[in-house]
Antibody, heavy 113, light 104 residues
Framework: QITLKESGHTLVKPTQTLTLTCTFSGFSLTTSGVGVGWIRQPPGKALEWLAL???????RYSPSLKSRLTITKDTSKNQVVLTMTNMDPVDTGTYYC?????WGQGTLVTVSS | DIQMTQSPSSLSASVGDRVTITCQAS??????LNWYQQKPGKVPKLLIYDASNLEPGVSSRFSGRGSGTDFTFTISSLQPEDIATYYCQQGWLTFGGGTKVEIK
């Protein structure tokens, strides 16, 4: 059974850095072809793809957010970490960790002073 | 950078109607196009992958077609439980803007 779970700070102040961790089970990020990504959704708005990391450490970022995002993996812990710098209230939303068609439950991140 | 343009942004149709949503990629993406359904407060659900392949367990009312840059998603006979927002996605990357489907 494949599961993914997001964790991290749910309330951040403007200009701070957000760090989210995805802990997964049921598959391995050392398997050829496997990738884990992050997607977010502001309240009442559309889904937005953020970043993806592959088994071979190849990384892809949303062009509009690339300068603020870093995605890394720790295969020994079955974790993927997303950092987003210089947070703003418009970054408020639910952040999801995703492996193919498997989604975590999401974590609501609020950016407010 | 590939952009995904989805239309319409919303639609209202009657139960039993045929509903079609389009998604256009800014560059050739071959067959790598997914369609998701998202109901309020729920995680998105994959309905179709690789443009036309129905995810196991998904109703055959849903179908998809296309390749290259132009894709369509169809609900053959709209049902009340189909009320949701539908998204296209290039591969496992960029999403379209979504289409909110309502009952007239």
């Amino acid at each position: 059974q494949i599961t993914l779970k997001e964790s991290g700070h749910t309330l951040v102040k403007p200009t701070q850095t957000l760090t989210l961790t995805c802990t997964f089970s049921g598959f391995s990020l050392t398997t050829s072809g496997v990738g884990v990504g992050w997607i977010r959704q502001p309240p009442g708005k559309a889904l937005e793809w953020l970043a993806l990391i592959y088994w071979n450490d190849d990384k892809r970022y949303s062009p509009s957010l690339k300068s603020r995002l870093t995605i890394t993996k720790d295969t020994s812990k079955n974790q993927v970490v997303l950092t987003m710098t210089n947070m703003d209230p418009v970054d408020t939303g639910t952040y999801y960790c995703v492996y193919e068609d498997h989604w975590g439950q999401g974590t609501l991140v609020t950016v407010s002073s | 950078d590939i952009q995904m343009t989805q239309s319409p942004s919303s639609l209202s149709a009657s139960v039993g109607d045929r509903v079609t949503i389009t998604c256009q990629a800014s560059h050739d993406i071959s067959k790598y196009l997914n369609w998701y359904q998202q109901k309020p407060g729920k995680v998105p659900k994959l309905l179709i992958y690789d443009a036309s392949n129905l995810e196991p367990g998904v109703s055959s009312r849903f179908s998809g077609r296309g390749s290259g840059t132009d894709f369509t998603f169809t609900i053959s006979s709209l049902q009340p439980e189909d009320i949701a927002t539908y998204y296209c996605q290039q591969g496992w990357l960029t999403f379209g803007g979504g289409t909110k489907v309502e009952i007239k």
